[in-house]
Nanobody, 126 residues
Framework: QVQLVESGGGVVQAGDSLRLSCAAS????????MGWFRQAPGKDREFVAD????????YYSDSVKGRFTISRDNAKKTLYLQMNSLKPEDTAIYYC???????????????????WGQGTQVTVSS
């Protein structure tokens, strides 16, 4: 079993920054790639970013590339998402997820993740 707990969401204005955190417990965090996804009101959940098990490889959706940065601290068993230049269209519930495969590079596909956090709300006002 893996427990993932997101934090750091909030209400901000357009152009502001936020840093989300995802604390992991249960499974050896350092062996698994991780991902961030989000779900806006009335929309399907979508991929945001992923990071390989060792933190070397990262991948972003086009909508956040250049504004968001995914990172991890394996010693602290924590995943991060630094979000800069936030836009109203970034408003969503943000979820972290753990890849089901050890030593993976991550994936934009939700089916590749077997554990999910409960989500943290990010609201960006214009």
């Amino acid at each position: 079993q893996v427990q993932l707990v997101e934090s750091g969401g909030g209400v901000v204005q357009a152009g502001d920054s936020l840093r989300l955190s995802c604390a992991a417990s249960g499974r050896t965090f350092s062996r698994f790639a991780m991902g961030w996804f989000r779900q806006a009101p009335g929309k399907d959940r979508e991929f945001v970013a992923d990071i390989s098990w060792n933190g070397i490889g990262t991948y972003y959706s086009d909508s956040v590339k250049g504004r968001f940065t995914i990172s991890r601290d394996n010693a602290k068993k924590t995943l991060y998402l630094q979000m800069n230049s936030l836009k109203p269209e970034d408003t969503a519930i943000y979820y972290c997820a753990a890849d089901k495969r050890p030593y993976g590079v991550g994936s934009p596909l939700q089916r590749e993740y077997d554990y999910w956090g409960q989500g943290t709300q990010v609201t960006v006002s214009s």
